[in-house]
């Protein structure tokens, strides 16, 4: 053989060595890999001819994943060094096809055999991609994906410890003394396939179902496609049901536009528990913590969704977390009117507003459940002793207005029935603003009356919307809260008297107008406190404040107040934080001399004080000095002994509030002063 032969020879099984061992290589690596395609020797002549397939553009059944990517590099390097000798070794004799295009064929042997093997197959993975890419698109839309799944769980919910599971690690708050406690669980598609016997079996003995929820990016609302399961197979096996939907409602229609799409959910459905209205923030949501709405219109929110539920016969349930209750909603008015859900993941909650569920955590583990790793919400349920609570299941017939029964019978009424009773006198009502979003309202006691109702104006609405009823005709005073700064407020009262049956009406009082303050002080309750030109951390800081440093209160703005404060000696309009504020009222103080050597102190009950700080006027320095600092929030007196007598005394008080291990104080009240006796 010449020279020159010999070396094309040698060079030709070069190349051909490198073309085979890089296949090897990686087929070895491939089967280390999850989820990719596993290439063994023997397969090795198909992927090759993969590889030249991928390069004939004409071949629709070709699924490009499974391209080996990595072998067509290497082969593509030797191409490029050795280009001539490549296409002497794979020319083969080539023929037309009837569409025109040029294959070999061996290439067209193999490609129609792999047609023929695996058409439906590439069919059936395409719309399995198609479905996984659907639903991920509807979970990246579910509010519930953050906090249902566990992923995460909002510092609003979150208490100083985590509790599980063990229910007698749990300490319930003083005034459910006596109450029956029963547990349960709220459930949702995160929580998987749930096995109702082995829940029920396990002590669980009531749940909320959710059936659904509104988009956190789209608004769009959709339906829990376990939601139908679960609420039969939880009644099949005696656990009482109600139902939930995940809000993101931003104004009063869609919350009751999602009232009417949860009603419809549970149509056909066994429903012995509340219908709940889960209002929680979803971090970069449409409703989130930065979402502009006041407090005021949040509390609107859940009220519209609540009465729109309420007319439909059921019984509607709040559900928030314990930041959002204390500081985003009036969760007191809510409360008068219904039921509240605290979530506040704690073995002792210090939640002090009205509830009648607590949830408590999200990692509970029940018998029967065990998707989202076995982890699911658990409850408890308070029922006060002497009660036999039942729920509204779709009947109007649970409205609490009063009104005539259709009759049911053409036989004429006895003369023996009883006479309806005599109506109560209308009583006298008079009102003051007792803060910047409080409504004190007040009225004389009426003789034989068994309570009464309080209306006030709803310009929206052009009439007089009832807001409370008293069942107690010995009460004569309510705050109406949640209530706007600087807005002048209409109200009217009437009583009523129950007696065999059937009750009697006054008729409604004039009407009291009531302005609530225009400002309102407060004390910042940290250090470092930054003053914002906007409500939003993004907005320019323009001062800092320290500690128990006071500010007057302008108004609100979502989850911050506007603030009046001076930078530079001019009075500037600021922003801060909620947060970052305490509101405590001063006491009212009274002075009396009560011996020779002793005076006494009386002040009214401070809302939320932990204690007051009583100071004594001192000629001597000429200032005001501590004589006693009160360490309970429930006491209203004290008696300053070891005094001259026949001598005056000055005195002044203030409350305070423990906040993060700080006092934050009032201001104090005006001096009282009182002589001891000769």
């Given at each position: 053989m010449k020279r020159k032969y010999r070396f094309i020879a040698a060079l030709l099984i070069l190349c051909m060595a490198m073309t085979v061992f890089p296949e090897r290589v990686l087929a070895s690596e491939t089967e280390n890999t999850e989820n990719q395609k596993i290439v063994t020797q023997e397969e090795e002549p198909k992927t090759q001819q993969k590889e030249e397939e991928a390069s004939q553009p004409d071949n629709p059944d070709e699924d490009s994943s499974e391209q080996v990517l990595p072998e067509q590099e290497e082969n593509e390097?030797?191409?490029?060094?050795?280009?001539?000798?490549?296409?002497?070794?794979?020319?083969?004799?080539q023929e037309p096809e009837k569409d025109g295009a040029i294959k070999s064929q061996p290439q067209a042997a193999e490609q129609d055999k792999d047609s023929e093997a695996k058409p439906q197959e590439t069919d059936e993975e395409k719309e399995k991609e198609a479905k996984e890419e659907a639903v991920s698109e509807a979970d990246l839309d579910d509010p519930g994906r953050g906090r249902l799944s566990g992923e995460e769980i909002p510092a609003g919910f979150l208490g100083s410890s985590i509790q599980t599971r063990a229910a007698a690690k749990i300490t319930h708050n003083k005034k459910f003394a006596g109450y029956t406690i029963k547990q349960g669980i709220d459930v949702s598609k995160w929580n998987g396939t749930i096995d109702w016997k082995k829940v029920k079996s396990d002590g669980i003995e009531f749940a909320f179902v959710r059936t659904s929820y509104r988009g956190t990016k789209t608004g769009k609302l959709a339906k829990d496609e376990t939601a139908a399961t679960n609420m039969k197979n939880a009644a099949a096996a005696g656990v009482k049901v109600g139902a939930y939907i995940f809000s993101q409602a931003i104004t009063k229609a869609e919350a009751e536009q999602e009232a009417e799409y949860l009603l419809q959910t549970v149509k056909g459905y066994k429903i012995t528990m509340p219908l709940v209205f889960d209002y929680e923030y979803y971090s970069g949501g449409r409703f989130s913590s930065t979402t502009k709405l006041s407090r005021r219109e949040k509390t609107d929110i859940c009220l519209a969704f609540c009465n729109k539920i309420k007319k439909a016969g059921y019984t509607p349930l709040v559900y928030a977390n314990k930041s959002m209750l204390g500081s985003d909603l009036y969760a007191s008015e809510i409360a008068a009117k219904y039921p509240v859900w605290l979530a506040h993941y704690t073995t002792s909650t210090n939640y002090t507003g009205d509830y009648d569920f607590w949830q408590y955590t999200s990692t509970g583990k029940v018998s029967g459940i065990t998707g989202n790793s076995g982890n699911v919400d658990m409850n408890f349920w308070y029922i006060k002793p002497g009660t036999n609570p039942s729920f509204g299941t779709g009947s109007t017939s649970s409205s609490t207005e009063v009104s005539t029964p259709p009759a049911t019978s053409t036989t004429p009424a006895k003369p023996s029935a009883p006479a309806a009773p005599k109506a109560p006198a209308v009583p006298k009502l008079t009102g003051k603003a007792s803060s910047y979003d409080k409504v004190k309202l007040s009225w004389k006691k009426v003789s034989g009356a068994s309570g009464y109702e309080l209306y006030r104006y709803d310009s929206s609405k052009k009439k007089y919307v009832k807001i409370k009823t008293i069942s107690s005709g010995s009460t004569v005073s309510y705050t109406d809260t949640g209530r706007s700064m600087g807005k002048t407020y209409k109200y009217k009262i009437r009583s009523y008297k129950k007696a065999n049956g059937k009750t009697?009406?006054?008729?409604?009082?004039?009407?009291?107008?009531v302005k609530t303050a225009s400002t309102m002080t407060g004390k910042t309750n940290g250090t470092n406190i930054n003053v914002r030109s906007g409500p939003s951390t993004f907005k320019k800081r323009i001062k800092k404040l320290g500690i128990n440093t006071g500010v007057t209160i302008t108004g609100t703005s979502g989850s911050w107040y506007r603030v009046s404060?001076?930078?530079?000696?001019?009075?500037?309009?600021?922003?801060?934080?909620?947060?970052?504020?305490?509101?405590?009222?001063?006491?009212?103080?009274?002075?009396?001399?009560?011996?020779?050597?002793?005076?006494?102190?009386?002040?009214?009950?401070?809302?939320?004080?932990?204690?007051?700080?009583?100071?004594?006027?001192?000629?001597?320095?000429?200032?005001?000095?501590?004589v006693k600092t009160i360490k309970k929030g429930s006491t209203t007196s004290y008696t300053n002994s070891g005094l001259k007598k026949n001598t005056t005394y000055k005195y002044r008080i203030r409350s305070y509030k423990t906040v993060r291990g700080k006092k934050i104080y009032s201001y104090y009240c005006s001096a009282k002063s009182a002589k001891t006796k000769k």
């Open positions: 390097d030797v191409s490029e060094e050795k280009e001539e000798s490549d296409q002497e070794v794979t020319a083969d004799p009697a009406y006054s008729g409604q009082s004039g009407a009291v107008s404060v001076k930078v530079n000696g001019k009075k500037k309009t600021g922003y801060i934080k909620k947060t970052y504020i305490t509101i405590i009222r001063m006491p009212e103080l009274t002075a009396t001399a009560s011996s020779k050597s002793k005076i006494k102190l009386k002040w009214n009950k401070v809302s939320g004080a932990s204690g007051y700080q009583i100071q004594r006027y001192q000629a001597s320095k000429k200032k005001y000095v501590t």
